[in-house]
């Protein structure tokens, strides 16, 4: 049989081609168990450096968080009672709030309030929700000099809406605590 000039050409090129897979096929079953171990043993590695570092991050903030508390040691109750305002203060605190916030250049349209025992410190932690509206530069000053305030207040959140040199919307919560007198909580 003869075979034409096209089968000719044809036929050596679908054997190379074969031939080809083939090689491709061996070569592929060689190294990929190889390359997926490799692949398993990165991904190990990264999920443990990934740990790694979430772990060091855990111990700096303990670190920095703790260092003061250790230093207190038991100091720590003399230094809070020095440090938290009582009740009756509460108007004092609102009023700083308020005044800081004046002072600075933030318009406050509302200030929320939440109350929640901490029996262990025989105190009151009364949350202040503020919803306002200031410059960036306005909002920065008066969280400056909620700091220099009485008591211990702190801010537990803020949300700042808006962009450019425009008005912003600000919406701050501020934490204090207050030392119980008695067994009364408000």
Known sequence: MRLSPRSALVLPAVIALGALLANAAVLAARTYPAWRER?????????ADSELHAVRQQIRTLETMGRGVLAAGEGLEVLLGQRLTGIAGLPEVLQHVRDTASAAGVRLERIDHAVEPVASLGAVRWQMATLGAGSYGAVRAWLAALREGPGLLYVDRLEIGGSGDALLAVEV??????RTEASVIP
Do not use: K
Not at 39 to 47: L, T, V, Y
Not at 173 to 178: D, E, G, I, K
């Open 39 to 47: 692949a398993a043993a990165q991904a190990g590695r990264d999920a």
């Open 173 to 178: 919560t501020l934490v204090v605590l207050l």
